[in-house]
């Protein structure tokens, strides 16, 4: 009976080391495969060649692969060896991918935004580099950097604007400070393309393109966005102290003229342009959760009503009625901020 015993708990311990040993091995498998798909988008967003050369090299990283992945089930040591070495010479490759401030950009994207502040009042900030262009077509406008001198002092107002492009879900998101002498900036972080590039989602995953940090007036970056390219944008004019104003406009100078000095890469989840609003806000309140409305930045009005940052005395569907901001192509340029803040009947009458 004892040797009996022995030998079934010798036999449960076998099956035990089996199944978990099946267990780690469908995990290494799915962990290799997964590297040698990403791998292939890597390949494809940063390798110097064109297609016919993206094909050569996509097909022989699948037939080593491959073999590799047939070889665990024969000689095991051998397909993990190949396969480590495999994804240790892509990381290592990928790690020397850098971002930069030197390329081709287009010129809506090239220049970025950059700070000055007054040796003598901290609060006074010389700006370069604000984009006033006059739009003519989604991607066609009329050149127009301008230089501004501003006080922090004089800030009056805070307006996050949802620009809606695909759907309810995403949107782009602008921070927008107003001063007392009626002036209106607005910062957007986005992708920072070259003349000859499109916007990718998938290759905002793969550095595909660096950051920037525009600062322009509402006719250029709000208008252009409802009246040329004719989004859906809407403004929340944002309730907190003055204080909080000052510090999120003394970080947006901050962040823009860090991103004018030094690359870094978008990426489509982490470094977007609602994840940066995000990062600087929690710099101000710790405190602020973080919610899957960060990700999906078209229900940010929902997250913005449960912080109560905004009115809250109306419903929520009467809040986003009235935020919409209904295109001006008929009105004057120097007027448009004026225009899109006229109280509107959503009643339809």
């Known amino acids: 009976m004892q040797k009996l015993h ?3 708990g010798h036999t449960s311990k076998h099956i035990l080391t089996r199944f978990f040993g099946q267990i780690a091995r469908a995990i290494w498998l799915i962990f290799a495969f997964f590297m040698l798909v990403w791998s292939l988008f890597a390949f494809f967003y940063q390798l110097p060649f064109n297609m016919a ?3 050569l090299v996509a097909v022989l990283w699948l037939v080593v692969g491959i073999y590799a992945l047939v070889l665990e089930f024969k000689t095991p040591w051998k397909s993990r060896i190949l396969l480590a070495l495999m994804f240790i010479g892509v990381i290592i490759w ?3 991918i850098r971002p930069t401030l030197h390329r081709d950009w287009a010129p809506e994207l090239a220049r970025s935004v950059e700070a ?3 040796p003598i009042n901290p609060d006074i900030v010389h700006l370069q580099n604000i984009r006033n ?3 003519i077509a989604p991607y066609e406008g009329k050149e127009n950097w301008e230089n501004g001198t501003y006080n922090a002092d004089d800030l009056i107002g805070l307006d996050v ?5 695909m759907g309810p879900y995403i949107a782009h998101t602008l921070v927008g400070f107003t001063f007392k002498d009626g002036r209106h900036l607005v910062f957007s972080a986005e992708i920072r393309r070259t003349k000859e590039q499109s916007f990718s989602a998938i290759g905002g995953f793969f550095k595909e393109f660096e950051l920037i940090m525009i600062a322009a ?3 250029d970056i709000i208008k252009l966005r409802t009246d040329i390219r004719h989004e859906n944008v809407y403004r929340y004019p944002i309730n ?3 204080e909080k104003i000052k510090d999120l406009f003394l970080n947006y100078l901050e962040t823009a003229d860090k991103l004018a000095h030094q690359a870094r890469f978008y990426n489509t989840v982490t470094a977007n342009c609602t994840t940066v609003v995000f990062d600087m806000a929690r710099i101000l309140d710790p405190g602020i959760p973080l919610d899957w409305r960060i990700l999906f930045s078209g229900q940010l009005p929902s997250y913005l009503y449960d912080l109560k940052v905004v009115n809250t005395e109306k419903s929520l569907k009467e809040l986003v009625d009235e935020a919409h901001i209904e295109p001006q192509i008929n009105g004057r340029r120097d007027q448009y901020s004026v225009d899109i803040r006229r109280v509107r009947n959503t009643n339809g009458n």
């Open 6 to 8: 022995s030998t079934n």
């Open 53 to 55: 050369g993206f094909v």
């Open 94 to 96: 990928w790690s020397t």
């Open 116 to 118: 000055t502040f007054d």
């Open 133 to 135: 262009f006059d739009w």
């Open 161 to 165: 604007y949802l620009s809606y492009w």
């Open 217 to 219: 007036p509402e006719e």
């Open 240 to 242: 907190v102290g003055k």
